[in-house]
């Protein structure tokens, strides 16, 4: 089912395949788990293996560029 959802998403050619890869997780899973529970494990599935390491990597080039700054800036 997970292989399924992500090969439509790759299909659809939508960044991430968002919105694609969760209509067919949510259709696959409904007739057994509840809507809100599979939206909400879809949501938590998003915010883990997207926006945190996105969150990480712009904190970490802020880190790496503000060094550079400090170390190119020439001391009074």
């Not at 790759?10 to 919105?19: Q, T, W």
């Not at 007739?31 to 938590?44: I, M, Q, Y």
Request: charged share 10%; hydrophobic share 55%.
């Amino acid at each position: 089912m997970y292989l399924l959802a992500q090969g439509l998403g790759v299909l659809s050619h939508v960044p991430g395949g968002l919105g694609v890869f969760e209509g067919a997780v949510l259709a696959l899973l409904t007739p057994d788990v509840p809507a809100h529970t599979v939206l909400g494990a879809l949501l938590a599935y998003r915010v883990i293996y997207h926006v945190i390491p996105f969150l990480l990597a712009v904190a970490l080039l802020a880190a790496f560029e503000l060094r550079q700054r400090a170390r190119s800036t020439p001391s009074p």
